[in-house]
């Protein structure tokens, strides 16, 4: 099986558990991991046939510009099952979701999920 990465896709979204993070906003990053078949793509330069990250980027533009959500496992489990769903050529799909500057008392640099799907 091949395996294409794209890493830390940014985006600004007003989600979070707190009522201040979902009137403020944060900054988010994105990793995403597909499996699957993809050589057939290079007969044709078929972008149809490999992982387009590009419908990745819309996706998941979707999600963070739509309703807030309270948890970042909420974000991850909705972009994961569109690619998913969108995607019949990805046999295994694991996607990660970084939450940049959690509001916690003590500096970190993110929270992160990571969630794993296969047919």
Known sequence: MDTITIK???FYGKHGYYDHEREKGNQFELDVTAK???KE???HDDLNKTFDYQQVEMIAGRVFSGPPEKL???LCLRIGERIFEQMPLVKQLK???R???PPIETQAEYA???MKWKR
Do not use: D, H, Q, R
């Open 8 to 10: 830390a896709l940014k």
């Open 36 to 38: 699957g078949y993809f």
């Open 41 to 43: 793509s290079v007969k």
């Open 72 to 74: 970042i496992e909420t």
């Open 95 to 97: 996607v990660g979701l």
């Open 99 to 101: 939450k940049m500057n």
């Open 112 to 114: 992160e999920i990571i």
